[in-house]
């Protein structure tokens, strides 16, 4: 079993839809959850920190973290076609830690 | 500020020959990680560098290798090239001893390597 599951898509929806986007990880021993956008032929950017359990929103995306699940997801709202994209979760032990990144979700956002 | 940069895009090798990829952090940040993305599949850490050693070290054998420069840049290089180390190699930076808080990682663009 891969220490983090992420369903790789593509998942395909239209504009000004709402995206949800899962993980679920084996290792309790994360603590520090991420979310990485990655354009095509591009390195991974930095979209949502979370820090242990709870909710973290920022404009038309939150992050959440259930770790009695050890499941978090990341919800888009109004999605546009410019968030067509890669997204990788990624986990960590401790702030200080390397990263353990899931497979990415390839996401289609269609006009 | 030129944020992380890697060098070269792109590469194309033959199996058994050996590869050297180039990574320079983004201003002020000190610390490299080097990761391996396979097609269709998430980045896997190599190892990373800090103070010019080898601070961590993930599941890749020996012929992958690295140093770190003075100036805080960076090489990975891999000797004896497989099929299966086709894929794109990102670098990350970041300020602190082991990297620092995991949000502080700035990834650079990747080279892409195709071994035939």
């Known amino acids: 079993q891969k220490e983090v599951e992420q369903d790789p898509g593509p998942l395909s929806v239209p504009e000004g839809a709402i995206v949800s986007l899962n993980c679920t990880y084996s290792?309790?021993?994360?603590?520090?959850f991420m979310w990485y956008r990655q354009y095509s032929r591009k390195g991974p950017e930095l979209l949502m920190y979370?820090?242990?359990?709870g909710n973290k929103e920022d404009g038309r995306f939150t992050a959440q973290v259930d770790k009695s699940s050890k499941y978090i997801s990341l919800f888009i709202r109004d999605s546009q076609p410019s968030d067509s994209a890669t997204y990788l979760c990624?986990?960590?032990?401790?702030?200080?830690?390397?990263?353990?990144f899931g497979k990415g979700t390839m996401l289609l956002v269609s006009p | 500020d030129a944020g992380v940069t890697q060098s070269p895009t792109h590469l194309i090798k033959t199996r058994g020959q050996q590869v050297t990829l180039r990574c320079s952090p983004k201003?002020?940040?000190?610390?490299v990680s080097w990761y391996q993305q396979a097609l269709g599949q998430g980045p896997q850490f190599i190892f990373q560098?800090?103070?010019?050693?080898?601070?961590q070290r993930g599941n890749f054998p020996d012929r992958f290798s690295g140093h770190q420069f003075p100036n805080y840049s960076s090489e990975l290089n891999v000797n004896a090239l497989l099929l299966g180390d086709s894929a794109l190699y990102l670098c990350?930076?970041?300020?602190?001893?082991?990297?620092?808080?995991?949000?502080?990682?700035?990834f650079g663009p990747g080279t892409r390597l195709l071994v035939l």
């Open positions: 201003s002020g940040h000190d610390t």
């Open positions: 990350a930076s970041s300020l602190g001893l082991a990297g620092g808080p995991v949000e502080t990682q700035y």
């Open positions: 290792n309790s021993a994360f603590q520090y």
């Open positions: 990624a986990m960590a032990t401790s702030g200080y830690s390397t990263l353990t």
């Open positions: 560098y800090y103070e010019e050693e080898e601070r």
């Open positions: 979370t820090y242990s359990s």
